[in-house]
Nanobody, 124 residues
Framework: QVQLVESGGGVVQPGGSLRLSCTASGSIFSIHNMGWYRQAPDEQRYLVASMTSDGRTMYGDSVKGRFTISRWNINNTYFLQMNYLTPEDSAVYYC??????????????????WGQGTQVTVSS
């Protein structure tokens, strides 16, 4: 089994910063890609940032220059540093990993695994 657990959401004033964390655990063989998505009420979920296994990153147009994705390889933790937040950034943020598992010596996947989501609210 693979689990992704997010943390770091909360309420922040416009112009403020937050750092989200996503830790992947379980029978992980390889994390091919990790992405941060967000979903506001009555809107679709969409990708804001992602990082490949070799460290390549991409960002959505609305967050370029303000958000940064990074990782700490030791325990498969990924971060989303969010600066200069605006009310339009308010949403539930999810991480999604494209992960290959190793179960009793057998490789399975890759498959998509989602975290439970963390609420970010930007309000004065």
């Amino acid at each position: 089994q693979v689990q992704l657990v997010e943390s770091g959401g909360g309420v922040v004033q416009p112009g403020g910063s937050l750092r989200l964390s996503c830790t992947a655990s379980g029978s992980i063989f390889s994390i091919h890609n990790m992405g941060w998505y967000r979903q506001a009420p009555d809107e679709q979920r969409y990708l804001v940032a992602s990082m490949t296994s070799d460290g390549r990153t991409m960002y959505g147009d609305s967050v370029k220059g303000r958000f940064t994705i990074s990782r700490w390889n030791i325990n498969n933790t990924y971060f989303l540093q969010m600066n200069y937040l605006t009310p339009e950034d308010s949403a539930v943020y999810y991480c999604k990993g494209v992960i290959t598992r190793r179960i009793q010596g057998r490789i399975q996947g890759p498959s998509d695994y989602w975290g439970q989501g963390t609420q970010v609210t930007v309000s004065s």
